[in-house]
């Protein structure tokens, strides 16, 4: 068991999980749209949301690593079967190499487990599944209901169960999507021919978890391995794998000074890595990096919820504040709002965390208060431009000490005309 007790230490913990989760470097996985595939291969999976305050969720992780990426690529990847739309730990965009570990949730959800809906109407999936086998892709909104018009919203309501339950259990799949809009087919029309389609063993789904976690995360926890997996049996093979490759010295342990305990590849604390750039990031809450919200605590000290879910009048940051990561520290957090529709993003709220704004109040070297300003004002250029947005304004921040002169580099960008074009 190697303890981590030094600032040193666990400074070098924090690149380890950002240099393998792609936030250290310039362009981890290429850019476009390869580069994008090339990020979803090596996360495992990214999640999507529909909250819309800012880019969406699956697309602002991907923005977050890959350079030139642009919403319609996704689509694109699932229409060339690079990728495919199923259920990780939430819905989510995963490799087409991975499909065969999904079949266990599917085989799952087949047999009577419930994940949306209780009691499906197996008759009426039965007749959606015939009309897609004879007459093709299907949207919901393509079915014709027999209650009159002013029923309302609910008209489709039993058909987009119907092909949710059939796509949750395998039947059908996702064969592309415009915006929230999904087109159904037949699970063997959309999967290309080559994809492996045998049902895993829990030793294999194990190992498979293991080494993709290993991956993206560069060192896991026997929770994070499973993460919301309601599955006794693979959590119990996953413990058995563990066991071997610890004994085997494939593995070895480390502690950190909360007591957490996690699991790292031999050597891999040696291993050579990116240098810090001195930027800011701004992250999604659904970014892979910190959805997990224990192990962010533990490793970078950043206790972090997202209160879109919050009561208005119990919310601390803000509806939908999302981190801020600097350097190998998460440093606070911005709630923000894009309006479209005047090309303009608002930050409603920008709060620091105080261990931040001490090393700027000492002028620690790449912390230095003007630098620090400038490094945030670039971050926002560059995420205002994903926003189609062409000014940015400031409304509150903590400390208030510095609310004018982030207030002075945002007038800047929006005079220049730079924030985006």
């Given at each position: 068991?190697?303890?981590?007790?030094?600032s040193?230490?666990?400074?070098?913990?924090?690149?380890?999980?950002?240099?393998?989760?792609?936030?250290?470097?310039?362009?981890?996985?290429g850019?476009?749209?390869?580069?994008?595939?090339?990020?979803?291969?090596?996360?495992?999976?990214?999640?999507?949301?529909?909250?819309?305050?800012?880019?969406?969720?699956?697309?602002?992780?991907?923005?977050?690593?890959?350079?030139?990426f642009?919403?319609?690529?996704?689509?694109?990847?699932?229409?060339?079967?690079?990728?495919?739309?199923?259920?990780?730990h939430?819905?989510?965009?995963?490799p087409?190499?991975?499909?065969?570990?999904?079949?266990?949730?599917?085989?799952a959800?087949?047999?009577?487990?419930?994940?949306?809906?209780?009691?499906?109407?197996?008759?009426?999936?039965?007749?959606?599944?015939?009309?897609?086998?004879?007459?093709?892709?299907?949207?919901?909104?393509?079915?014709?209901?027999?209650?009159?018009?002013?029923?309302?919203?609910?008209?489709?309501?039993?058909?987009?169960?119907?092909?949710?339950?059939l796509?949750?259990?395998?039947?059908?799949?996702v064969?592309?999507?415009?915006?929230?809009?999904?087109?159904?087919?037949?699970?063997?029309?959309?999967?290309?021919?080559?994809?492996?389609?045998?049902?895993?063993?829990?030793?294999?789904?194990?190992?498979?978890?293991?080494?993709q976690?290993?991956?993206?995360?560069?060192?896991?926890?026997?929770k994070?391995?499973?993460?919301?997996r309601?599955n006794?049996?693979?959590?119990?093979?996953?413990?058995?794998?563990?066991?071997?490759?610890?004994?085997?010295?494939l593995?070895?342990?480390?502690?950190l000074?909360?007591?957490?305990?996690?699991v790292?590849?031999?050597?891999?604390?040696?291993?050579?890595?990116?240098r810090?750039?001195?930027?800011?990031k701004?992250?999604?809450?659904f970014?892979?990096?910190?959805?997990?919200?224990?192990?962010?605590?533990?490793?970078?000290?950043?206790?972090?919820?997202?209160?879109?879910?919050?009561?208005?009048?119990?919310?601390?940051?803000?509806?939908?504040?999302?981190?801020?990561?600097?350097?190998?520290?998460?440093?606070?957090?911005?709630?923000?709002?894009?309006?479209r529709?005047?090309?303009?993003?608002e930050?409603?709220?920008?709060?620091?965390?105080?261990?931040?704004?001490?090393?700027?109040?000492?002028?620690?070297?790449?912390?230095?208060?003007?630098?620090?300003?400038?490094?945030?004002?670039e971050?926002?250029?560059?995420?205002s431009?994903?926003?189609?947005?062409d000014?940015?304004?400031?409304?509150?921040?903590?400390?208030?000490?510095?609310?004018?002169?982030?207030?002075?580099?945002?007038?800047?960008?929006?005079g220049?005309?730079?924030?985006?074009?």
């Open positions: 068991m190697i303890e981590i007790k030094s040193k230490d666990i400074t070098r913990l924090r690149r380890l999980a950002l240099s393998a989760q792609g936030l250290l470097q310039a362009q981890p996985f850019s476009g749209k390869l580069g994008a595939c090339n990020a979803i291969n090596h996360l495992g999976y990214v999640q999507i949301d529909t909250i819309s305050v800012v880019e969406r969720a699956h697309h602002h992780v991907l923005h977050s690593r890959v350079p030139k642009k919403a319609e690529m996704t689509n694109e990847l699932m229409l060339n079967g690079d990728i495919f739309e199923y259920w990780s939430a819905a989510a965009f995963l087409m190499s991975d499909f065969r570990y999904s079949l266990p949730y599917k085989e959800i087949k047999s009577g487990q419930i994940h949306w809906y209780k009691d499906p109407d197996t008759a009426y999936m039965a007749e959606l599944l015939a009309r897609v086998r004879s007459d093709g892709p299907l949207r919901s909104r393509d079915i014709e209901t027999q209650t009159k018009k002013q029923a309302g919203w609910w008209d489709w309501k039993p058909a987009k169960k119907a092909l949710e339950q796509y949750m259990q395998g039947d059908l799949m064969s592309s999507r415009e915006g929230f809009q999904k087109t159904y087919d037949l699970t063997e029309r959309v999967l290309p021919d080559y994809v492996n389609t045998s049902f895993p063993s829990l030793e294999e789904f194990a190992e498979h978890l293991l080494s976690q290993l991956r993206c995360h560069g060192f896991v926890s026997l994070g391995l499973t993460y919301l309601r006794t049996g693979l959590r119990k093979a996953m413990k058995v794998l563990l066991s071997v490759r610890l004994d085997q010295g593995l070895e342990q480390i502690q000074l909360d007591g957490e305990i996690y790292i590849e031999k050597g891999a604390l040696e291993s050579k890595l990116p810090l750039p001195k930027r800011f701004i992250l999604s809450p970014d892979n990096s910190l959805i997990q919200r224990e192990r962010l605590k533990s490793i970078f000290g950043f206790q972090y919820q997202i209160e879109c879910y919050v009561p208005e009048a119990k919310r601390q940051y803000g509806y939908f504040s999302l981190p801020l990561l600097y350097q190998d520290e998460f440093v606070g957090r911005i709630d923000c709002k894009a309006h529709k005047d090309k303009h993003f930050i409603k709220f920008l709060h620091f965390e105080d261990s931040f704004m001490d090393k700027v109040s000492k002028q620690k070297k790449g912390y230095e208060a003007e630098f620090v300003v400038s490094s945030f004002a971050a926002i250029q560059a995420f431009h994903i926003q189609k947005c000014s940015a304004s400031l409304t509150k921040m903590q400390p208030v000490h510095l609310h004018n002169d982030f207030v002075k580099a945002l007038e800047m960008l929006n220049n005309h730079e924030v985006c074009k």
